[in-house]
């Protein structure tokens, strides 16, 4: 009798592994191109700011405050558009959201005025809304705890490739010139059109549950919902987070979620929309130079990222990582303020090791913490308020440099916030009260990437 009940056990493993192992090779390629050209579409102006200004006449606080409006639009309509999500199906909401970011983004191509350009910034982040939080939520439907890690590792390696290659493309794509447009508008109208046209490749591609799946076997499709469904009801056993949607800042531990992640954005998008002017002020580059020069510092946290993650794998102390990230981002960015531009760009690159590793390991914390009832709205909640970050920092900056000639003080304040949120990461939980010490641990993004 023992011997015929064992290799059932076998076979549910080996089906088990069988379905992650073709949701893997099925989504998370096509989840990596979406969120480069997602991050392309979001970051390109940053490469076309002179433009803009000798062009359009668009002044220094003027780009800062267009280019954060976007973060408005995506904050006001990230909590609706994931609950949407899961309403209509990932399949259906996904390709809505690509297709119209990608109209929009392709129509920053032809704006003429400051007025155009703020409302179409705003139009963005609205059209984006809900992209990032849902793929992360998909994965919470579609993999059990134990390789959703793995997977958010991949997904986010799609904005470190994204923001690689983002200069030298952007470079490349302004050399083209012709049918009356300037070769910042071939760029913008190029990135946007690639989104339009792969979004209906996702419509085709991608199932909204595993149930869906005729690419998954019915025994697959039965072992990953009860994986899921089983880690749900333990879940429910030891007590997590049950919350409504508009209660959720009542809880201590995703308001330090929101707070915490807030300051790692700040800085990010801080370097992203003005490490280009940045680099210009060394010398006499061309678009092109420009945008090689700006994926060294992004490629150099790539590098960063798995290094930290390996560490964070090996020695499983989420919190201490993520600080010793931040604080090397402060460090960095201090830094940039003792030299000229040359140290600057040096120094940046430095904070990029630290603000990059930090976000990458920031994620599975709330995770870890999170009922998966509630996953989805507190993600686009985490998301949106940390993404505010996005709208104070190019804003800010914008504003000092033509109030003052410089963006210095914006430096000092950023090394400040990472530190401080260095701190804070302390008081964070990686597991829902009451859950023992050895279970609901939350993995490291990236430490389990193969």
């Not at 490490?275 to 006499?284: E, F, H, V």
Request: glycine share 8%; net charge positive; charged share 10%.
């Amino acid at each position: 009798m023992n011997d015929t009940l064992a290799p059932p056990a076998c076979n549910g493993g080996d089906t088990l592994a069988s379905a992650v192992a073709k949701v893997k090779r099925h989504v998370l390629p096509l989840f990596v191109i979406m969120f480069i050209v997602n991050y392309l579409d979001r970051v390109n102006i940053g490469f076309v700011r002179p433009h803009l200004e000798s062009d359009l006449g668009i002044s220094a606080a003027a780009y800062g405050f267009g280019a954060g409006l976007f973060f408005i639009g995506y904050a006001l309509f990230e909590v609706p558009s994931n609950m949407l999500l899961q309403r209509v199906g990932a399949r259906l909401w996904l390709t809505r959201i690509m297709f119209t970011w990608g109209l929009v983004a392709t129509a920053m191509a032809f704006v003429q005025t400051e007025t155009q350009f703020y409302v179409l910034r705003f139009l963005l982040g609205v059209a984006e809304a809900g992209f990032f939080p849902g793929v992360i939520y998909y994965f919470t439907r579609w993999l059990p705890g134990a390789e959703r890690g793995k997977a958010i590792a991949i997904f986010l390696s799609g904005s470190a490739l994204a923001s690689l290659i983002s200069g030298p493309l952007a470079g490349a794509l302004m050399q083209i010139q012709g049918l009356g447009l300037h070769g910042w508008q071939w760029m913008l109208f190029i990135e946007g059109m690639a989104s339009v046209t792969l979004c209906f490749f996702v419509f085709f591609w991608l199932d909204s549950k595993p149930q869906d799946a005729k690419w998954l076997s019915q025994a697959e499709q039965a072992a990953l919902v009860q994986a899921i469904d089983s880690e749900q009801r333990q879940r429910e056993a030891v007590g997590a987070v049950k919350l409504s949607a508009w209660s959720l800042l009542k809880d201590r531990q995703i308001v330090l979620f929101c707070l915490i992640y807030f300051c790692i954005q700040l800085t990010i998008y801080a370097a992203t929309f003005w490490l280009p002017s940045i680099i210009k002020r060394m010398g006499d580059l061309s678009d092109l130079q420009v945008g090689f020069f700006n994926s060294i510092p992004w490629l150099i946290s790539i590098l960063a990222m798995y290094a930290f993650a390996s560490g964070s794998s090996r020695w499983k102390f989420q919190q201490a990582w993520v600080a010793a990230a931040l604080v090397i981002a402060a460090i960095g960015m201090f830094m940039s303020t003792t030299g000229g531009p040359v140290f600057a760009f040096v120094a940046i690159c430095f904070a990029a090791i630290g603000f990059k590793s930090a976000s990458s390991l920031f994620w599975p914390i709330p995770q870890g913490y999170l009922d998966a009832r509630i996953a989805a709205a507190v993600i686009a909640l985490i998301n949106s308020v940390g993404n505010l970050g996005g709208f104070v920092a190019p804003t800010t900056f914008g504003l000092l440099e033509q109030q003052t000639g410089s963006i210095q003080g914006g430096l000092y304040a950023l090394a400040v916030t990472s530190v401080l949120a260095a701190i804070a990461v302390f008081f964070v939980r990686t597991r829902p009260k009451g859950a023992p010490s050895d279970e609901l641990k939350a993995p490291s993004a990236l430490g389990q990437t193969h």
